[in-house]
DNA sequence: ATCCCGAGGG
DNA sequence: CCCTCTGGAT
């Protein structure tokens, strides 16, 4: 067993133990309400599209009335979640799809969500894991993606498909829907982007970065 | 590689 | 001012 499976272990263990909650933190009700939220969350908070969402389910709950509503009413709803025009466009399409294509319900397989326009393998991840269990791929957030790399798990940084590939040899499948959670909320409150706090954590005497950093 | 896009932090 | 936030399409 190479070393980076056993580092995968401690991390998980680790993470386990300080985040004892992880979990997807966008709120909704039903798939398509996930899936219009998760659309949301592209290059924005999780805590910012919980604000827009309560106004957006309200006004249009289903997929039929996403599918049916007025684009520029949609848009002034999502507006501060940020790429508003592209998000609206890519939530009333998919909601069109479901509606015509798959009898108003979200489609459980991969490859029918990839078919959804604005939605590739980290929305589908979510959607898979959040509503049905299903872990055929590892959600690769911003997070994730710059944590793996910090942590010398994957060789590249700009690339998700690649970083997921390589993360899926590393990971058991059965920590495949944790993971994601436990390296969002660790990017959250230590590794950060910007000034990660490698002396508070846990993971420091495994991650080449950490070792890296002075403090 | 570039575009979409707002809001908050440093 | 610059960077970042559960990305995806062209």
Redesign the pocket.
Not at 79 to 86: E, K, L, S, V
Not at 117 to 124: E, F, H, L, M, Y
């Given at each position: 067993m190479s070393l980076n499976v056993e580092q995968v272990t401690t991390a998980v263990t680790r993470l386990r133990h300080m985040y004892p909650d992880a979990h997807?933190?966008?709120n909704y009700e039903t798939p398509i309400q996930l899936l219009a939220a998760t659309i949301l969350?592209?290059?924005?908070?999780?805590?910012?599209v919980n604000q827009v969402t309560p106004t957006l389910f309200a006004r249009f709950p289903d997929a039929p009335a996403l599918a049916a509503a007025d684009r520029a009413e949609l848009e002034e709803i999502i507006?501060?979640?940020?790429?508003?025009?592209?998000k609206a466009k890519?939530i009333q399409e998919s909601a069109q799809t479901i509606v015509h294509e798959y009898g108003g319900e979200v489609p459980q397989r991969m490859e029918e969500l990839l078919k959804l326009?604005?939605?590739?393998?980290?929305?589908?991840n979510?959607v898979l894991g959040e509503i049905y269990g299903r872990a055929e791929g590892i959600?690769v957030?911003?997070?994730v993606k710059?944590i793996a790399y910090r942590l010398g798990w994957t060789t590249t940084n700009d690339d998700?498909v690649k970083v997921e590939q390589e993360l899926m040899a590393l990971i058991p499948q059965e920590s495949w829907i944790e993971i994601?959670?436990l390296l969002?909320f660790h990017?959250?409150a230590l590794c950060?982007?910007?000034r990660p706090d490698c002396p508070a954590c846990p993971l420091r005497d495994i991650c080449p970065e950490g070792q890296r950093v002075i403090g």
């Open positions: 997807c933190e966008l969350s592209a290059q924005c908070t999780d805590e910012r507006r501060p979640t940020g790429f508003f025009r592209q890519f326009n604005g939605v590739a393998r980290k929305t589908a979510v959600t957030d911003t997070h710059r998700p994601s959670h969002i990017g959250r950060k982007a910007r």
